[in-house]
């Protein structure tokens, strides 16, 4: 802890903000050594490119994180679920429920199968996305049902994924950088709504960058590792 706090006071990398630039997402996943990644490569990109870096970190239980972020310069921060949103947004707020009771009669009609594979809201795949939330925890997987359960993730999903498209149209993001593209959560979601929104999505963990696109949506990140692979003689 003594190292952190010293990197934390002494770090003199620094993002620049441009006036009137472009702006690039990061989203965190909560995660210390994630974090740091993402910070390393928002620098490399904000000077790279010469593009703002926007910060979405929800109400994260570990304060460290976001000490981080701030270490690099990085200050400009958006929150998925504030109470504005949730009680004043009237727009997304409607959307969410008419969504979500939309979906739930068409599973009762189409079954799950259908639900995995071609939910879309407003063109965005998320279904595989819920699917996989709700059956990660619980056994949830051997008597698929439309339980409170999967009910509270299908509409927190649906709100997820309009408010992330609001930002990123609202904050004229180009790039979105994520460390994970599984789930309904942060990272998940914004992966499928940059792709959406032809945006070029950064999938970086560690020492290694994709760059996501329907195809590798659709067939896994392995899949464009391995073409690369393969053209090598």
Not at 41 to 70: H, R, T, V
Not at 105 to 116: M, N, R, S
Request: glycine share 4%; hydrophobic share 40%.
């Amino acid at each position: 802890m003594i190292h952190f706090n010293n990197f934390i006071k002494n770090n003199k990398n620094k993002v620049k903000y441009f006036k009137g630039g472009d702006n690039f997402l990061i989203v965190d996943r909560d995660r210390l050594y994630q974090s740091m990644y993402l910070s390393i490569f928002a620098l490399a990109l904000n000077k790279k490119k010469k593009i703002n870096p926007l910060l979405l970190l929800d109400n994260s239980q570990n304060k460290n994180i976001s000490k981080i972020y701030k270490s690099f310069g990085i200050t400009k921060q958006q929150k998925i679920f504030t109470t504005n949103d949730l009680f004043f947004d009237l727009v997304i707020f409607c959307k969410t429920f008419i969504y979500s009771f939309l979906n739930i009669i068409k599973i009762k009609v189409y079954g799950f199968e259908w639900f995995v594979k071609e939910l879309k809201i407003e063109n965005i795949i998320i279904g595989d996305l819920v699917y996989d939330t709700y059956i990660r925890h619980d056994h949830s997987y051997i008597d698929l049902k439309i339980n409170i359960k999967f009910i509270k993730i299908l509409i927190t999903s649906i709100f997820r994924t309009l408010k992330m498209k609001k930002i990123i149209l609202k904050n004229n993001i180009k790039y979105v950088v994520n460390q994970s593209n599984t789930y309904s959560y942060n990272s998940g979601i914004s992966t499928r709504v940059g792709v959406a929104l032809n945006k070029v999505v950064y999938f970086q963990e560690e020492n290694h960058l994709t760059i996501y696109s329907e195809k590798t949506i659709k067939r896994g990140k392995f899949v464009i590792r391995n073409e690369y692979f393969n053209k090598i003689k």
